[in-house]
């Protein structure tokens, strides 16, 4: 059984529509967090939220918003989608931060 | 993948061989962990370290912050072990997240 779920696994949306992505995680972990994986760039961290409050210093646009309605859950929402916005995002929650466990990503792709 | 750089960026392994990846690092990391990424997509946790060294089946792992860098071994090379791997460090603001390399795309041929 999957630990993490993301869905959906795929998604195709177009140039400034909405669209949320979401992440359940059933391994008890405290905290969690959102990375983007684009062609040619390094794994990049998004956000990341501890006891289900977002911490300080996150790097991404404002078009980015996380949200969390439950412990277990770290939903993203994407407003105004981009072309360059296309990629994977991973979502991701440790113990403390200590090892991490990803899931399998959604692929998002904007046309 | 400035502040963190894998070498090398590509490897070809011949099933049964062994060989050695290398991170360094460029912030102050206190603990660093290494990922597989297998061809499905999926990132695989295979080590969460703090300053030393940890060893699963053929996998050995060290990680030294005061020189700034860390290694990763497979021994004995196997088909399943292709795919690319990625390190990522810490950095004591646990806010920052993780910072990656690039990866290291490994290919095991038989």
């Known amino acids: 059984d999957p630990k993490i779920i993301q869905k959906p696994k795929y998604l195709v949306a177009v140039t400034g529509s909405e669209k949320i992505l979401i992440c359940e995680q059933y391994l008890g972990h405290n905290a969690m967090y959102w990375y983007r994986q684009s062609a040619k760039k390094p794994l990049e961290f998004m956000f990341s939220y501890s006891y289900q409050k977002l911490m300080d210093n996150q790097t991404a646009s404002s078009r980015f918003q996380p949200q969390s309605s439950k412990k277990n859950h770290l939903d993203l929402q994407i407003t105004a989608l981009k072309p360059d916005d296309s990629a994977t995002y991973f979502c991701a929650s440790s113990q403390d931060h200590s090892d991490y466990t990803f899931g399998s990503g959604t692929r998002l792709l904007v046309i | 993948g400035d502040k963190v750089k894998q070498s090398p960026s590509a490897l070809s392994l011949q099933e049964g061989t062994n060989s050695a990846l290398r991170c360094n690092f460029s912030?102050?990391?206190?603990?660093v962990q290494w990922f597989l990424q297998n061809p499905r997509g999926s990132l695989i946790n295979l080590f969460y370290l703090v300053p030393g060294t940890k060893e699963n089946g053929r996998l050995k792992s060290a990680f030294d912050s005061k020189e700034s860098y860390s290694t990763l071994h497979i021994r004995d090379a196997q088909l399943e072990d292709s795919g690319t791997y990625f390190c990522a460090a810490e950095a004591r603001n646990y806010a920052q997240g993780l910072t990656f390399g690039l990866g290291t795309r490994v290919s095991v041929f038989p």
């Open positions: 912030i102050a990391a206190t603990t």
